[in-house]
């Protein structure tokens, strides 16, 4: 079967630095997405990664190794608008995607 | 502004009542896209449609339908059928002539059977 594993929920502090894992097992593989999504709003796209690499977007990085099956978000001085949820979803063989149960962040001052 | 527009925010529904959830795209994408968000769970694929006039059964199709005769526009009807149609519904689009496939979200519709 497919799979995406996230943790639940993290606490992070404001201004700090953290990192969001996720793993895959998936039939294929033709990309790996990071959404965020703030509690009862839309998602919306953060990163995508297909090649093996750190991907930097201003205070939002996102990392993939493919022989792994493995990324992570990382988020950097962090601020109180960051607490949100952060989907992981894959692209799988047959283009659908496959997306993990989310990880809640909570900032904290 | 480009966007996806999802109506009603939220909706009440007896047992046995159809109801049917809006969705309306001005973004000129050809694939949209409905999911399920449950608690604890990740996002679930119930219809999606890549053309006009022609969809496909996601993971969940059970219990709903769907109809794609614009291309602007893809409700979703969740019939007396679902045995727990409760849940958060998010409509999604995407430019299908990219290969990174970003979806763009509506703002979702909350459906509580009471």
């Known amino acids: 079967g497919q799979n995406i594993d996230q943790p639940t929920e993290m606490t992070a502090t404001e201004g700090a630095i953290v990192q969001i894992n996720c793993t895959y097992q998936?039939?294929?593989?033709?990309?790996l997405f990071w959404y965020q999504q703030h509690a009862g709003e839309a998602p919306t796209f953060l990163s995508y990664?297909?090649l093996d690499g750190l991907e930097e977007k201003g205070r939002f990085s996102s990392f993939l190794s493919r022989s792994k099956g493995y990324s992570y978000l990382l988020l950097k001085e962090l601020q109180m608008k960051d607490s949100a949820s952060y989907l992981c979803?894959?692209?799988?063989?047959?283009?659908?995607?496959?997306w993990g149960a989310g990880t809640k962040l909570i900032i904290k001052p | 502004d480009g966007g996806i527009t999802q109506s009603p925010k939220y909706l009440f529904r007896k047992e046995g009542q159809n109801v049917t959830l809006s969705c309306e795209q001005n973004?000129?994408?050809?694939?949209m896209y409905w999911y399920r968000q449950d608690p604890g769970q990740g996002l679930r694929l119930i219809y999606y449609?890549?053309?006009?006039?022609?969809?496909q059964k996601g993971d969940i199709a059970e219990g709903y339908s769907v109809s794609r005769e614009k291309k602007e526009s893809f409700p979703l009807t969740v019939t007396s059928a679902q045995k727990n149609p409760t849940a958060f519904y998010l409509c999604?689009?995407?430019?299908?002539?990219?290969?990174?496939?970003?979806?763009?979200f509506g703002e979702g519709s909350r459906l509580t059977v009471l």
């Open positions: 999604a689009s995407s430019d299908g002539s990219t290969d990174t496939g970003e979806l763009f």
């Open positions: 973004l000129n994408h050809d694939a």
């Open positions: 449609s890549q053309i006009v006039n022609d969809f």
């Open positions: 998936t039939s294929g593989f033709n990309g």
């Open positions: 990664n297909v």
């Open positions: 979803a894959v692209l799988d063989s047959n283009y659908q995607l496959i």
